[in-house]
């Protein structure tokens, strides 16, 4: 019976389920009712928790008072009671108590008591102390599987979280991505993500949490915190209870207990910190937890810098292809439109008369004129990168009908004359994307318009020969009198 106890302890690589067999072998071999195992937490001498078998709550209460709570003075033998000084609802006249060690560490204590037979005997000790020796081997086992299996588990998800984010994601997907992902390899009530503010705290800038996150994101570290002093040197922050620990200052610390805070950097650069909290009263993390938790920020870091990099590189792929087209359209479509134009202009002032051949030739190079504008107006738009503000007069009036269009419907159309970049001063610059603001709205409200023109030109000359620039915006709907193509006219010296 000892040898098929011994091999089926071993049978099962799970620790609670070793656990929770090495309570039932013992109450079978030795005849006792009852019996219990409490295990200690690894860093301290506390029992962090109980497997029992053949109990009522009042017997389970009675033998979880018979278990050491504390690491010291406790030898390596097993203990027995005759009952002298035993609480007077205890379920057995005796006891037997027996360390259980894991190499050279203390695990626990496996109890057992209530032997209907009578007290227990020194085969009864015999036996235990042989199943404790075997339990530890078993545990110990089981321990190397279990973290095993949990390295393996947060490699997986390291990697995920690579392939993800070097798929494309944008930063705040990223930054979700990493949350998440490391939320539930810890097995944490929530993921967050930290980014330093210009204040020179921190914010919570992605949450992902199993509750509601309300409340949550735009929580702010203030600056001089102990935590943000630790956190913004690189060093990794463990804590207890975060309802409690002086420490943590937010207002959502009263939501969780155990908790890591883990800063993402690489090569010297802190992008962040990634916080794992979890409920309160929940077990806290092991150092195993913390290692893993660590190596996972540290290549989610690594994996955040290396994505950003790729976003970067393949913005610079888009602005190169777009200053390529651009370079395109200039030398050669706006060439040879210009060229096409320069021959039609010539041939309408060979023609004789002013029959239909010469007013057709003046619409076919008006029309060409205004085709020469456009292409040129796209040409600036493509060398402007999308996500810059534009540094440039010509760029502001661009943003200004491009940021219309959304409301209109369809982009206006803009044509420049002149240098207005070198022309339009500051100033007068200002009171134009006004006036351009305010006649678009205009243009907006009234029925009908489906098409508008804006032109901004910068060669006009007033009467005492001073230099102007002038905006025009004409559309096609309706004016007050019912009238079809409105303008607006605004003028303004240089």
């Keep these: 019976m000892l040898l098929e106890a011994v091999l089926s302890i071993g049978s099962d690589l799970g620790l609670r389920a070793t656990l929770q067999q090495i309570v039932d072998t013992a109450t079978t071999l030795t005849g006792a009712r009852h019996g219990a195992l409490g295990v200690l937490e690894p860093d301290d001498d506390r029992t962090e928790a109980l497997y029992r078998t053949g109990m009522t709550e009042a017997e389970r209460r009675s033998v979880d008072r018979l278990l050491p709570e504390r690491r ?32 050279t560490e203390l695990f626990g204590h496996l109890c057992l008591a209530g032997k209907s037979s009578g007290p227990f005997t020194g085969t009864d000790r015999a036996l235990l102390h042989v199943l404790a020796s075997q339990a530890g081997i078993a545990i110990g086992n089981a321990r190397l599987y279990e973290s095993a299996r ?259 419907g369809f982009p206006p159309s803009v044509h420049f004359t002149g240098a207005v970049d070198a022309l339009v001063g500051e100033a007068t610059g200002r009171e134009l994307l006004a006036a351009l603001r305010k006649a678009l709205a205009a243009a907006h409200r009234r029925p009908g318009v489906s098409a508008i023109e804006v032109e901004v030109d910068a060669t006009v000359r007033l009467a005492d020969g001073r230099g102007a620039v002038r905006l025009l915006v004409a559309d096609d709907g309706r004016d007050e009198e019912g009238g079809r193509s409105t303008t607006v006219t605004w003028q303004a010296p240089l």
């Design 72 to 103: 010291a003075g406790l030898s390596a033998e097993a203990e027995d009671g005759d009952g002298d000084g035993e609480p007077s609802d205890a379920p057995a006249p005796a006891y037997l108590v027996a360390p259980i060690q894991v190499h």
């Design 150 to 408: 949990q390295r393996e588990r947060w490699i997986e998800g390291a990697a995920a979280v690579t392939t993800a984010l070097l798929t494309g994601t944008n930063a705040a997907d990223a930054l979700m991505t990493v949350a998440e992902s490391a939320r539930v390899l810890a097995g944490a009530s929530a993921g967050v993500i930290l980014q330093p503010t210009e204040e020179g705290g921190m914010e919570i800038v992605t949450a992902s949490t199993l509750d509601d996150p309300a409340g949550i994101v735009g929580t702010t570290i203030a600056p001089g915190s102990p935590v943000l002093v630790q956190l913004l040197g690189g060093e990794p922050v463990f804590i207890d209870d975060s309802a409690t620990d002086p420490r943590m200052t937010t207002d959502v610390r009263s939501r969780f207990g155990p908790s890591m805070m883990l800063p993402l950097q690489s090569g010297g650069r802190l992008i962040g910190t990634l916080a794992l909290p979890r409920r309160r009263g929940a077990p806290p993390y092991t150092a195993v937890d913390r290692l893993l938790a660590t190596q996972f920020a540290s290549q989610a870091a690594l994996a955040l810098v290396m994505a950003d990099a790729q976003a970067d590189r393949e913005q610079l792929a888009v602005y190169e292809d777009r200053d390529r087209i651009a370079r395109d359209l200039h030398d050669l479509v706006v060439q040879r439109l210009f060229a096409t134009e320069m021959m039609l202009e010539s041939t309408r002032r060979r023609a004789t008369g002013e029959g239909e051949a010469g007013e057709l030739l003046g619409r076919a190079v008006d029309e060409l004129d205004s085709t020469i504008q456009e292409v040129r107006t796209a040409i600036f738009a493509l060398q402007q990168p999308p996500a810059e503000a534009p540094s440039t007069f010509r760029g502001r009036v661009l943003r200004e009908t491009g940021g219309a269009s959304a409301l209109l």
